[in-house]
Protein backbone atom coordinates (compact mmCIF):
# COMPACT_ATOMS: atom_id res chain seq x y z
CA UNK A 1 0.00 0.00 0.00
CA UNK A 2 3.04 2.37 0.59
CA UNK A 3 4.30 1.99 -2.56
CA UNK A 4 1.11 2.34 -4.37
CA UNK A 5 0.96 5.99 -2.50
CA UNK A 6 4.14 6.92 -3.42
CA UNK A 7 3.98 5.98 -6.87
CA UNK A 8 1.17 7.61 -7.10
CA UNK A 9 2.88 11.36 -6.09
CA UNK A 10 5.65 10.10 -8.37
CA UNK A 11 3.25 9.94 -11.52
CA UNK A 12 1.73 13.33 -10.23
CA UNK A 13 5.67 14.71 -10.93
CA UNK A 14 6.90 15.02 -8.08
CA UNK A 15 4.49 18.43 -7.90
CA UNK A 16 2.18 20.09 -4.50
CA UNK A 17 -1.54 20.00 -5.94
CA UNK A 18 -4.88 20.08 -4.88
CA UNK A 19 -7.49 18.50 -7.19
CA UNK A 20 -10.63 19.10 -4.92
CA UNK A 21 -12.61 17.45 -8.81
CA UNK A 22 -11.26 14.42 -8.12
CA UNK A 23 -12.16 14.02 -4.23
CA UNK A 24 -7.98 13.97 -4.11
CA UNK A 25 -5.81 16.42 -2.02
CA UNK A 26 -1.84 16.26 -1.14
CA UNK A 27 -0.88 17.95 1.41
CA UNK A 28 2.97 17.32 1.18
CA UNK A 29 5.05 16.68 -2.16
CA UNK A 30 7.59 13.90 -2.23
CA UNK A 31 10.83 13.93 -3.15
CA UNK A 32 12.84 10.95 -5.41
CA UNK A 33 15.74 9.34 -5.20
CA UNK A 34 17.39 7.02 -7.65
CA UNK A 35 20.47 5.48 -7.02
CA UNK A 36 23.37 4.18 -9.86
CA UNK A 37 26.37 2.44 -9.58
CA UNK A 38 29.11 2.87 -11.72
CA UNK A 39 31.43 0.22 -12.47
CA UNK A 40 34.70 2.40 -13.43
CA UNK A 41 37.37 -0.95 -12.45
CA UNK A 42 38.85 -3.47 -14.55
CA UNK A 43 36.05 -6.26 -13.24
CA UNK A 44 32.88 -7.70 -13.28
CA UNK A 45 31.04 -8.17 -9.78
CA UNK A 46 27.54 -8.08 -8.16
CA UNK A 47 26.35 -5.87 -5.36
CA UNK A 48 25.04 -6.74 -1.89
CA UNK A 49 22.79 -4.45 -0.10
CA UNK A 50 20.36 -3.97 2.52
CA UNK A 51 17.34 -1.24 1.40
CA UNK A 52 13.94 -2.48 2.74
CA UNK A 53 12.06 0.28 0.94
CA UNK A 54 13.87 0.33 -2.40
CA UNK A 55 11.52 0.18 -5.18
CA UNK A 56 12.17 -1.59 -8.31
CA UNK A 57 15.45 -3.11 -6.65
CA UNK A 58 17.80 -4.47 -9.10
CA UNK A 59 18.58 -8.24 -8.57
CA UNK A 60 21.31 -9.26 -6.44
CA UNK A 61 22.08 -12.26 -8.91
CA UNK A 62 22.76 -9.27 -11.46
CA UNK A 63 26.55 -8.87 -12.65
CA UNK A 64 27.79 -5.37 -13.07
CA UNK A 65 29.90 -5.65 -15.75
CA UNK A 66 33.36 -3.96 -16.67
CA UNK A 67 32.19 0.14 -17.19
CA UNK A 68 28.83 -0.65 -16.86
CA UNK A 69 26.30 1.98 -15.19
CA UNK A 70 23.61 0.58 -13.54
CA UNK A 71 20.02 1.65 -11.59
CA UNK A 72 20.06 -0.15 -8.50
CA UNK A 73 16.89 1.18 -7.76
CA UNK A 74 14.60 4.68 -6.53
CA UNK A 75 13.31 5.86 -2.95
CA UNK A 76 10.92 8.37 -2.04
CA UNK A 77 9.91 10.53 0.65
CA UNK A 78 7.15 13.25 1.64
CA UNK A 79 8.40 16.60 1.89
CA UNK A 80 12.20 15.44 1.68
CA UNK A 81 14.90 13.97 -1.17
CA UNK A 82 16.00 10.75 0.69
CA UNK A 83 19.75 10.48 1.16
CA UNK A 84 21.55 7.09 0.71
CA UNK A 85 21.61 6.59 4.30
CA UNK A 86 17.86 7.12 4.72
CA UNK A 87 18.02 4.12 2.07
CA UNK A 88 20.31 1.37 2.75
CA UNK A 89 21.53 0.14 5.69
CA UNK A 90 24.47 -1.69 4.34
CA UNK A 91 26.13 -2.09 1.25
CA UNK A 92 28.76 -4.44 -0.06
CA UNK A 93 30.48 -5.85 -3.59
CA UNK A 94 32.21 -9.04 -4.42
CA UNK A 95 32.90 -11.63 -6.49
CA UNK A 96 32.06 -15.23 -6.95
CA UNK A 97 34.84 -17.71 -6.87
CA UNK A 98 34.32 -21.49 -6.76
CA UNK A 99 30.59 -20.38 -5.68
CA UNK A 100 31.92 -18.45 -2.51
CA UNK A 101 31.19 -14.42 -2.27
CA UNK A 102 35.02 -12.74 -1.79
CA UNK A 103 33.76 -8.86 -0.65
CA UNK A 104 35.67 -7.11 -2.11
CA UNK A 105 34.27 -3.51 -1.15
CA UNK A 106 31.96 -2.47 1.52
CA UNK A 107 30.05 0.70 3.11
CA UNK A 108 29.30 -0.11 6.28
CA UNK A 109 27.99 1.93 8.31
CA UNK A 110 26.86 4.23 4.15
CA UNK A 111 28.56 7.21 4.36
CA UNK A 112 26.60 10.26 1.69
CA UNK A 113 29.70 11.54 1.28
CA UNK A 114 30.39 9.00 -1.08
CA UNK A 115 27.62 9.44 -3.43
CA UNK A 116 27.76 11.76 -5.90
CA UNK A 117 24.46 14.17 -6.25
CA UNK A 118 22.79 15.45 -9.00
CA UNK A 119 19.94 17.34 -8.99
CA UNK A 120 17.46 17.44 -12.62
CA UNK A 121 17.67 21.33 -11.32
CA UNK A 122 20.87 22.69 -9.94
CA UNK A 123 19.02 25.70 -8.50
CA UNK A 124 16.58 23.44 -6.69
CA UNK A 125 16.35 22.95 -2.83
CA UNK A 126 17.76 20.01 -0.76
CA UNK A 127 14.30 19.53 -0.04
CA UNK A 128 10.66 19.18 -1.09
CA UNK A 129 9.35 18.21 -4.69
CA UNK A 130 12.57 17.43 -6.38
CA UNK A 131 14.07 14.45 -8.10
CA UNK A 132 17.76 13.69 -7.33
CA UNK A 133 20.18 10.80 -8.82
CA UNK A 134 22.90 9.28 -6.70
CA UNK A 135 26.03 7.54 -8.10
CA UNK A 136 28.49 5.53 -6.70
CA UNK A 137 31.37 5.56 -8.70
CA UNK A 138 33.42 2.56 -8.12
CA UNK A 139 37.43 2.34 -8.73
CA UNK A 140 40.20 -0.03 -9.17
CA UNK A 141 41.51 2.08 -6.22
CA UNK A 142 38.52 1.46 -3.62
CA UNK A 143 38.28 -2.38 -4.10
CA UNK A 144 40.49 -4.99 -1.27
Request: hydrophobic letters at 40%.
Amino acid sequence: MKNAIIYLFIILGFSCKNRPEDGIVIEECVGASFYYLDNKTDQSFLIEFVAPILNYQIDSTTVINVKQRVLLGQDAIFGAIPRPTDTFSNFAIYTLVNGRKNYIYRQNPLQDVLWVKKKQNPKDPDYGCQRVDYTLTITNDMLQ
